[in-house]
């Protein structure tokens, strides 16, 4: 950028162009919608990359940075693509300006209108400056986000370059790649119109410049390891430190990737030299000796456009989008692969679990024999006595409620919804599936309104056997609903169903034993009552009627009515009784077996690793292929 003297020629003083407001457009050159939607041509040569980028952004909008893919497809839409680099200064922008005028200056030539109008900008807006090649002096002020200087600068025009000056610095907090990531995306804040807070827009650039001034910013803003691998600093983010030589350790490790400049040497080597061309030899080493040789450059550094050949600024943005995609797809393979490994529990947990099973289960047992015991011993149970019938008949349905809810395993129901917190802490079930083990003790519903007593079986089971002792309840009253556990455990697709619940099975046997018993009492009552007046009636005719009956004749038909009557209700009731006893024990032997069961099934089966969603895995198998498309064709272009 800076030749040596001896092969520049001088060149007249011309003054340089005043600074002129934007032009107006004027309505009749408005762009048409059919100019706007038009279609872009784009060269032959990029076709292909366009395309496969195309793809890229289409299937891996989230493991691409869309703003630098965009700036990468605009990039291929002409052979000779601008190159967009930021300037990133501390919080005075006036150092970052003295830079890229230092840069961009033409030390052949007087300085500038350019140059002087530069260094007079004001930073009191808080707007980004874009430094553009233009014919004449002009400041475009009318976009909220960035300020455009449009200045005659040969660099800018040679080299097709922007350049973006910003004063915000990169955040402390951002690290490593993130640090990086933030470097070539800047973000342009513009403030919100209605609640005066700031929104944050990425600009992104093919490379970026982060100045340093002084020491106190090299831990924020120094360049780490890209994802590919390579040193950031030496391509597409360059770091400097302005600080004079005596200030600077050369050997420090830290301040290794970072370049020292002195800003003031270099303006003051371009004012020597514009003074006179004699000054040439002091320019040269006032230049050198000021470290922006190198800067100057890198500036320059892969913007040379040639016919059909892909800019390495562009080739580069392309490569590094590719890596952080890459990156990112593998990193969520790697915390897949982490999750599941992290949620197996191990066999000494498992077999914890299973010695907690096998405890709740023997209580559980100890607890159902014991209860039903003591409550069929009761004087609450005494009072259903046959005989107590006649007064007792409104209260079969209070007392065998009780029963079951004070004394079918109440603590064995408790205990199971503990070991559940315990096995859902170990990882061995899903969260929703413990917190649905309550969910039907709190319901107010009955899920077994619509469970019937198949009435077609009923005059059958109420007439006298031969063997009464035979008679069962199932037998008397067979229920068209069947036990929620009569069919082998099996896991169904629900959860909630996966492991019989013991409060569902007691209204279950609520809902479907008890209204049948205390209808036979009132059934057996009825017919005990009736046959007693038949025989009676039957008795009191027949004196009546006949004389040769004697009271003693007629009293022993009513006396065998009341007999049978009675022995009737006394062998179906306590057999009911029996029945209804029995049903309770089984059903609650099937329950607990049941649950053990399932518990066991879930301990067995159960935190072998959180299943893989198959959408996340479709996604980064169509990202891998959209990538493994750009990488392709960047090896066929190389060739």
Same mark, same amino acid.
């Given at each position: ?6 092969l ?10 005043r600074?002129?407001?934007?032009a107006?457009?004027?309505a ?10 038009a ?11 366009h ?67 530069? $260094? ?25 986000l ?19 000056l ?12 993130g640090?990086?990531q ?13 609640? &005066?807070r ?25 360049? $780490? ?7 950031? &600093? ?12 005596g ?5 420090n490790?830290?301040?290794r ?44 550094e ?46 000494s ?9 096998s ?81 039907f ?29 035979e ?9 068209s ?22 409060a ?22 009825l017919?005990?009552l ?41 062998k ?48 980064r ?19």
């Amino acid at each position: 950028m800076h030749p040596s003297p001896a092969l520049r020629s001088t060149r007249p003083r011309e003054p340089g162009p005043r600074l002129t407001a934007p032009a107006r457009r004027p309505a009749s050159t408005i762009t048409t919608v059919t100019a706007v939607n038009a279609k872009i041509a784009i060269p032959p040569a990029f076709q292909e990359l366009h395309d496969a980028l195309s793809v890229l952004q289409r299937e891996a909008p989230v493991y691409t940075n869309l703003s630098q893919l965009q700036l990468a497809l605009r990039g291929l839409e002409s052979e000779n693509g601008v190159t967009r680099i930021a300037v990133l200064g501390g919080p005075d922008g006036n150092t970052a300006r003295r830079l890229v005028k230092v840069l961009l200056a033409d030390p052949l030539a007087l300085e500038s209108e350019w140059e002087q109008q530069l $260094s007079g900008l004001d930073d009191g807006d808080g707007r980004a400056l874009l430094l553009r090649h233009g014919e004449k002096l002009e400041l475009d002020q009318r976009y909220p986000l960035v300020r455009t200087l449009y200045l005659p600068s040969t660099v800018l025009y040679n080299h097709n370059l922007e350049v973006l000056l910003q004063t915000a610095s990169t955040p402390a907090e951002e690290q490593g790649e993130g640090r990086v990531q933030a470097l070539l995306v800047p973000g342009l804040e513009t403030p919100s119109s209605s609640t &005066g807070r700031y929104s944050t827009i990425t600009y992104p650039v093919h490379k970026t410049l982060v100045l340093v001034q002084g020491l106190d910013g090299v831990k924020v803003l120094l360049p $780490s390891k890209s994802s590919a691998g390579s040193t950031v &600093g030496e391509n597409m983010v360059l770091a400097v430190i302005n600080t004079a030589w005596g200030n600077l350790n050369s050997g420090n490790e830290a301040l290794r990737p970072l370049i020292p400049i002195n800003l003031k040497r270099a303006e003051e080597a371009i004012a020597t030299f514009r003074k006179s061309l004699d000054n040439s030899f002091n320019y040269e080493h006032a230049w050198f000796e000021s470290g922006l040789p190198r800067v100057s450059t890198w500036l320059i550094e892969g913007t040379e456009g040639l016919p059909a050949i892909l800019k390495p600024t562009i080739r580069r943005l392309v490569e590094t989008l590719a890596a952080d995609a890459e990156t990112a797809i593998d990193k969520d393979d790697a915390q897949d692969a982490v999750r599941q490994a992290s949620s197996v529990v191990p066999t000494s947990t498992r077999e914890l679990m299973n010695r907690f099973i096998s405890n709740w289960a023997e209580a559980a047992h100890t607890e159902l024999r014991n209860q039903l015991d003591i409550a069929f011993a009761s004087k609450n149970w005494r009072k259903l006595a046959w005989w107590k019938l006649a007064w007792r008949v409104d209260d079969v349905t209070y007392i065998t409620s009780d029963i079951l809810r004070q004394s079918w395993l109440v603590d064995a129901d408790r205990g199971i919804i503990y070991l559940a917190g315990r096995i859902e802490q170990a990882g061995l079930l899903p969260s929703s599936l413990a917190r649905s083990l309550g969910d039907f003790r709190t319901s107010d519903t009955n899920p077994y309104e619509n469970a019937s007593i198949d009435k077609s079986s009923e005059p059958s089971s109420l007439t006298l056997t031969p063997n009464p002792e035979e008679i069962m309840f199932s037998d008397m009253f067979p229920l068209s609903t069947p036990s929620p556990i009569t069919h082998p455990l099996s896991l169904p697709q629900s959860a909630t169903h996966l492991i019989p619940s013991i409060a569902h099975h007691r209204q279950f046997l609520l809902w479907t034993t008890i209204p049948p018993l205390q209808s036979l009492c009132q059934r057996l009552l009825l017919h005990a009552l009736s046959t007693t007046v038949f025989t009676s009636s039957l008795s009191v005719l027949m004196y009546v009627s006949i004389s040769t009956t004697s009271i003693y004749e007629a009293g022993g038909i009513a006396a065998l009515g009341v007999v049978y009557s009675m022995r009737r209700l006394q062998k179906r009731w306590e057999g009911a009784r029996e029945s209804w006893m029995e049903m309770v024990r089984e059903e609650g032997r099937k329950v607990l077996r049941a649950v053990e069961e399932g518990w066991r099934i879930v301990i067995r089966d159960g935190g072998m690793g959180e299943r893989e969603d198959e959408n996340a895995r479709q996604e980064r198998e169509k990202a891998r292929q959209a990538l493994r498309g750009v990488k392709e064709v960047l090896e066929r272009m190389e060739r």
